[in-house]
């Protein structure tokens, strides 16, 4: 059975830092693509940001770009999410996310498992 378990979130001043974390197990994970989503409340889940199997190309949603950076560690299964100059708009669930669809995918449907979230606060 395929988990992902995330970690790593809180509340944190606008301006600061958080660094995301998700672990997989389950899944051959250097075999997949992997994302964050984000979901606020009322609204669609959105594309954060993807990262291929090797860690050598990634895809990032225009509002992230330049302050999120993704990464992975295949040896440990694990996957990340650093998020700098944090705004209140990055106020969010972020979701991890594995897929097996080609290129660096960025509709949901397209990813098979999902983690269960965890909550990023950023205050004003």
């Known amino acids: 059975q395929v988990h992902l378990v995330e970690s790593g979130g809180g509340l944190v001043q606008a301006g600061g830092s958080l660094r995301l974390s998700c672990a997989a197990s389950?899944?051959?994970?250097?075999?997949?693509?992997m994302g964050w989503f984000r979901q606020v409340p009322g609204k669609e889940r959105e594309f954060v940001e993807a990262?291929?199997?090797?860690?050598?190309?990634?895809d990032y949603a225009d509002s992230v770009k330049g302050r999120f950076t993704i990464s992975r560690d295949n040896a440990k299964n694990t996957l990340y999410l650093q998020m700098n100059s944090l705004k209140p708009e990055d106020t969010a669930v972020y979701y991890c996310?594995?897929?097996?669809?080609?290129?660096?995918?960025?509709?949901?449907?397209?990813?098979?498992?999902w983690g269960q979230g965890t909550q990023v606060t950023v205050s004003s």
């Open positions: 996310t594995a897929s097996r669809a080609g290129g660096l995918p960025r509709r949901e449907e397209q990813y098979a498992y």
């Open positions: 389950g899944l051959t994970f250097s075999g997949y693509v």
């Open positions: 990262i291929s199997w090797s860690g050598r190309n990634t």
